[in-house]
């Protein structure tokens, strides 16, 4: 972080909790995460977990160790971004304890490194970031980029559910972490599309049909916006015919951002055990940092 972004102060986190499993890809969510903190004069506490399904005797040892390895680690970083970060070495299973950690301090975000990428793609499901995102009810900021590159733009990836609105509220409410941009992405496929072509309704029609949708999407967006203010974050909507995976991914092929934001919410029929496809598949592939919230709270 340059000197000129230190000193332009953001608004909108007290708490951030930057977990880590003392890997490579959490070194970019420590990094991010600090580099936050600074930002937005917030306090950092810095969490690893320790399995305690080992001999107590051992657990302590590890925990030690662990303690002295974050604490080294943290130094030199923490001193050249002039903050104060706390460090904590927890016991249980890594999601609860992520979890009961950021309820204990108040949470305004969660900070966790991307998951190991997997052969099967499916093994994603189940890992700490999804159980994290699933049962926390808090922001969570899954890091993947180098972190101390600095934010420009965003896609808000938003299907008019009350979770991704909510996302978009809250990462409007904290400057997008620092973007400059940010583009209200919306896919849409009219269903009743194949039917029309079914009942054999001319192409014409249908083309005014799935314009219709689009003119429908985009006026819903531009409420959006005029209802959440973005501050100086620059804001434009697009509204894309197709899947909504295949639509994200491209643009973001495309545009090349540095953070997407996204609602996420569950399989009602497996009582929320599962993230939505299109955030679990966003959260596995995408390159770039990913912002998911559920918008729920964890129930008092």
């Not at 569950?266 to 496809?277: D, H, R, T, V």
Request: with cysteine.
């Amino acid at each position: 972080m340059s000197a000129g972004e230190t000193a332009d102060r953001l608004a909108g986190l007290r708490n951030i909790l930057i977990a880590t499993d003392l890997s490579g890809r959490s070194e970019k969510a420590v990094m991010r995460g600090l580099s936050l903190a600074a930002r937005f004069a917030a306090r950092a506490v810095v969490v690893h977990v320790v399995d305690d399904d080992q001999p107590s005797s051992l657990a302590d040892v590890e925990a030690e160790r662990s303690a002295a390895l974050l604490n080294e680690m943290l130094a030199p970083l923490a001193g050249s971004l002039g903050i104060r970060p706390e460090v904590r070495i927890l016991r249980g299973i890594e999601s609860e304890a992520i979890r009961l950690a950021a309820d204990e301090i108040d949470a305004d975000l969660l900070v966790l490194g991307a998951h190991r990428r997997q052969i099967l793609r499916e093994v994603f499901t189940g890992t700490t970031v999804e159980r994290v995102i699933r049962t926390s009810g808090r922001p969570v900021l899954v890091a993947r980029l180098d972190g101390d590159e600095s934010y420009g733009t965003a896609i808000a990836a938003i299907d008019l559910s009350q979770p991704s609105l909510d996302a978009f509220r809250f990462a409007s409410g904290v400057s997008f972490l620092g973007c400059r941009e940010v583009t209200l992405l919306h896919a849409f496929l009219p269903l009743a599309g194949g039917m029309m072509r079914y009942a054999d309704v001319g192409e014409s029609r249908i083309d005014e049909y799935s314009g219709s949708l689009a003119d429908e999407a985009r006026g819903a967006l531009d409420h959006v916006l005029e209802a959440v203010p973005l501050g100086d974050v620059a804001a434009r909507v697009e509204v894309t015919e197709g899947a909504a995976i295949g639509v994200i991914r491209e643009a973001i092929s495309t545009a090349r951002p540095q953070l997407i934001v996204l609602g996420t919410k569950g399989n009602s029929s497996l009582k929320s055990l599962l993230l939505g496809s299109v955030a679990n598949a966003i959260l596995r592939d995408a390159e770039c940092d990913v912002l998911a919230w559920s918008g729920r709270r964890p129930a008092a």
